[in-house]
C-alpha cells in the first residue's frame, strides 16, 4: 500500500484533474510528469474519471495516479476498481473513511473546521485536505488549528484558490506537505490538447514549490 505522507509530501504539488475525455488522460499524466509532477488527483467530477485513472495506470508507470472528489461510498469503490493508488475528499464523511479502510486504499478527507479535523483523526486519518483552502481561513488558519492539533502529527494539503503567487506561503508550513490545486491543467488547454503549455505550467509549479 502506498505511503500517502511521503509520496505526496514528496511531490509537493499535486495537479487537481477535471478530465472530460478520456482519451486525453495519458497525454495528459506523460506531460505533466515531464514538467515534474508525477502525483496526479483525478477527480470523480466527470464520468471519464474512472477510465482515465485506468489508462493512466497502464500507459503511465512513472505517475502515481489517486481519485479525487470521493463524495460517496460507491465512488470510492468505483476509484479502487479503476486503480486508483490513493483517495481525496472534500469533506469528512466517516462511512467513506471506514470503506477505504475495507479497501486498503489511502485516504485524505477534506476538513475546514476543528471538529472535522476532531473527527478524522478519531477515524484514523494521518493527513486532511484543507478545502477551500483560501475561503476557509487559508495558511492563518492552519496555523490557528495546528496550535491545538500539532502534537497529533497530523499532516496537510490545502487546496481551493492555492495558486503559484501564494503556494509557497502554504509549503513553508513544515506541517503542510503538500498542496493541491487546479491551475496546473486550465481547461482550456486541455480542451484544445496543449500538453506543452501544461508541462510548462507544471514546470513552473515545482519552481515555485522549491522557492518555499
Ligand atoms: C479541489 O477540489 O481540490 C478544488 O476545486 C481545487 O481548487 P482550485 O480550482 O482553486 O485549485
Not at 115 to 135: D, I, N
Not at 180 to 209: C, H
Request: proline share 6%; aromatic share 6%; hydrophobic share 50%.
Amino acid at each position: 500500500m502506498l505511503d500517502m505522507v511521503k509520496t505526496l509530501g514528496d511531490a509537493k504539488i499535486i495537479p487537481v484533474i477535471v478530465i472530460e475525455d478520456e482519451a486525453q488522460a495519458v497525454p495528459l499524466a506523460k506531460a505533466l510528469v515531464k514538467g515534474g509532477l508525477p502525483v496526479l488527483e483525478v477527480t470523480f467530477r466527470t464520468q471519464a474519471a474512472a477510465g482515465a485513472i485506468a489508462a493512466i495506470r497502464r500507459e503511465v508507470p512513472e505517475a502515481v495516479v489517486g481519485a479525487g472528489t470521493l463524495l460517496t461510498v460507491e465512488q470510492l469503490k468505483a476509484a479502487k476498481a479503476a486503480g486508483a493508488a490513493f483517495g481525496v475528499a472534500p469533506g469528512f464523511d466517516p462511512a467513506v473513511v471506514a470503506e477505504a479502510k475495507t479497501q486498503d486504499l489511502p485516504f485524505c478527507p477534506g476538513i475546514a473546521t476543528a471538529s472535522e479535523l476532531s473527527q478524522a483523526l478519531t477515524a484514523g486519518c494521518k493527513m486532511v485536505k484543507f478545502f477551500p483552502a483560501e475561503a476557509a481561513g487559508g495558511v492563518k488558519m492552519i496555523k490557528n488549528l495546528l496550535g491545538a492539533f500539532r502534537f497529533t502529527g497530523v499532516k496537510f494539503m490545502p487546496t481551493g484558490g492555492v495558486k503559484p503567487t501564494n503556494v509557497a506561503e502554504y509549503l513553508a508550513v513544515p506541517e503542510i506537505i503538500c498542496c493541491g490545486g487546479t491551475w496546473i491543467v486550465p481547461k482550456d488547454a486541455l480542451a484544445v490538447g496543449d500538453y506543452a503549455a501544461i508541462e510548462r505550467l507544471a514546470a513552473e509549479a515545482v519552481a515555485s514549490a522549491a522557492a518555499s
